[in-house]
């Protein structure tokens, strides 16, 4: 089933194209912290930190560990998985607005060497006084 994933705005989820209700805020910022590294391993002293805080409880792992298991259940398929020292979510091509959103914003080659444009052919930009433009570092 197809599963979206939205950061940009409200966390949301949605499973064939249906919205699924998430939990408190608590659940839906663990959810939005392994979005926000999708793809990569959050450790879970950066989920204490971020989302309880200072002065977490004492059972604050058992907390974190129900967070994730009921996330995988409303998910419905197996993308959260444990890596020490934390948890992934694995997130593939169009499944995260925030994904689709930096494909879409990507900028443009920059003007320099050693930057992404470095398969540019000949000389770059240059203004009428044969100088180069200021933006152009």
Known sequence: MAVRYQ??????????????RLGGPKQRAVLALLLLHANRVVSEQRFLTMVWGDDPPLSVRGQLQMYV????????????????????IQVRPGELDLHDFDEKARPAPIWRRGGPATRWRGSGPRSRSGRAPRWVA
């Open 69 to 88: 298991s009921q996330l995988r259940k409303l998910i419905g398929e197996p993308v959260i998985v444990r890596r020490p020292p934390g948890y992934l």
């Open 7 to 20: 950061v940009l705005g409200p966390v949301e989820l949605f499973t064939g194209g249906v919205p699924v």
